[in-house]
């Protein structure tokens, strides 16, 4: 069964910085891309960041690009989302979803506040 | 940015009745190796969402024969033949073809 756990989400202040992870199973890691979500509270889905099998291609949206990093460890199934220079606009729950031009499976999300 | 917009952005269905959800894009959603990469997502109340429909017309497993996608190049369609009451949720249609992704406003589907 494919199997995505997100986890790292928290309390962070402006300006601060937090890393996500997905910890994935019951697939073949290297054999997918893997994308970020987020979905501030009450809004729709707004989606982030994206990263080739191998890590080579990753890809932004406007509103992250400079500010965020995506990566992936093949060794530990795991994909990341480095988050520096976090904003009050940043708050949303954060998926993890496997693929990049029809994501099917979804992680279950965790949620980043930032706040003062 | 390829803009994705759906509608209606509310829709009340009385239970057995169908229900369709329109989802334009503002180019064609056709890639280079031919597929249309547009997506259907349902998220239901207080759950992560879930894939429905993958290049336009493709039904995932598990999901009921009721739900049905339709459309090409840059005019798409989810149908239910007849809504149930686990149907209510919110449901989405993105486009993986473009760089950035980008997913339609969402339509909340509820029982009248």
């Known amino acids: 069964e494919v199997q995505l756990l997100d986890s790292g989400g928290g309390l962070v202040q402006p300006g601060g910085s937090l890393r996500l992870s997905c910890a994935a199973s019951g697939f073949t890691f290297s054999d997918y891309a893997l994308t970020w979500v987020r979905q501030a509270p009450g809004k729709g889905l707004e989606w982030v960041s994206s990263i080739s099998k191998t890590g080579a291609n990753t890809y932004y949206a406007d509103s992250v690009q400079g500010r965020f990093t995506i990566s992936r460890d093949s060794s530990r199934n795991t994909l990341y989302l480095q988050m520096n220079s976090l904003r009050a606009e940043d708050t949303a729950v954060y998926y993890c979803?496997?693929?990049?031009?029809?994501?099917?499976?979804w992680g279950q999300g965790t949620l980043v506040t930032v706040s003062s | 940015d390829v803009v994705m917009t759906q509608s209606p952005l509310s829709l009340p269905v009385t239970l057995g009745q169908p229900a369709s959800i329109s989802c334009r894009s503002s180019q064609s959603l056709v890639y280079s190796d031919g597929n249309t990469y547009l997506n259907w997502y349902q998220q239901r109340p207080g759950q992560s969402p879930r894939r429905l429909i993958y290049?336009?017309?493709n039904r995932d497993s598990g999901v009921p024969d009721r739900f049905s996608g339709s459309g090409s190049g840059a005019d798409f369609t989810l149908r239910i033949s007849r809504v149930e009451a686990e149907d209510v949720g919110v449901y989405y249609c993105m486009q993986g073809t473009h760089w950035p992704r980008t997913f339609g406003q969402g339509t909340k589907l509820e029982i009248k």
């Open positions: 290049k336009v017309s």
């Open positions: 979803m496997r693929g990049y031009s029809a994501p099917d499976n």
